[in-house]
């Protein structure tokens, strides 16, 4: 049974600081990885998409990579702002679109 | 860009009383899912729905029913509602490239 971890599960950082957060999953055999964002009380949104082929993917200030032989991911936010608070969630995708979700690291950048 | 939008944000509701919460989509998607997040517990798989007129079990269906009778359109119903059902219930759709939107999330209580 797929199982995903995200450590640390909460994260403080000054503003400016670049910083990683860490993804792993039990199986390797993945379709693809997808990094979330979530404010309090509020949905998903999509920040990108790792299909299993690739090895990573950017938009912005964001970096994730994608070593599926080790299980592992890792979201890299560059030049972090207070507006970058929140929780992120990683999710991997089995055949069908299932995602199975980590807890989340709660980011706290602080001014 | 994809829309989803679910029909409330909050919603307070008594026990035994049956519930529908209804999600709409607006990008043709054949795929739709719907999740549960709690706190310690993370986001888990409900139902999901791959075409009109087809659902299948997630990872925790009991006391919960769905409807798809229209594409854009996926409908998750609680048939009596209980305490333990109090939970923010988060609606997705999924893009061809396997890459999943969310909606808003409905909070919703049953007291």
């Known amino acids: 049974k797929q199982e995903v971890t995200q450590i640390p599960a909460a994260l403080s950082v000054p503003e400016g600081e670049n910083l990683v957060l860490n993804c792993s999953f039990t199986d390797s055999a993945i379709y693809n990885l997808q990094w979330f964002r979530q404010d309090p009380g509020k949905g998903l949104t999509s920040l990108l998409l790792?299909?299993?082929?690739?090895r990573e993917q950017t938009s912005g200030r964001l970096n994730a990579s994608l070593d599926k032989s080790s299980g592992r991911s890792t979201l890299y936010i560059a030049a972090s702002q207070p507006g970058d608070s929140a929780t992120y969630l990683c999710a991997v995708s089995s055949q069908g679109g299932k995602l199975i979700f980590g807890q989340g690291t709660e980011l706290s950048v602080k001014p | 860009d994809v829309k989803v939008t679910q029909s409330s944000r909050y919603l307070v509701k008594r026990t035994g009383e049956k519930v529908f919460l209804e999600c709409v989509q607006d990008?043709?998607?054949?795929?739709m899912f719907w999740y549960r997040q709690d706190p310690g517990l993370g986001l888990r798989l409900i139902y999901f729905s791959y075409d009109v007129k087809m659902k299948e079990k997630g990872d925790i269906p009991e006391g919960y029913s769905v409807s798809r009778e229209k594409k854009e359109r996926f409908s998750l119903i609680l048939e009596s509602a209980s305490t333990n059902q109090t939970s923010m219930y988060l609606c997705a759709s999924r893009t061809l490239k396997d890459e999943q939107y969310f909606g808003p999330g409905t909070r919703l209580t049953v007291t």
């Open positions: 990008m043709d998607h054949e795929n």
């Open positions: 790792i299909q299993s082929s690739q």
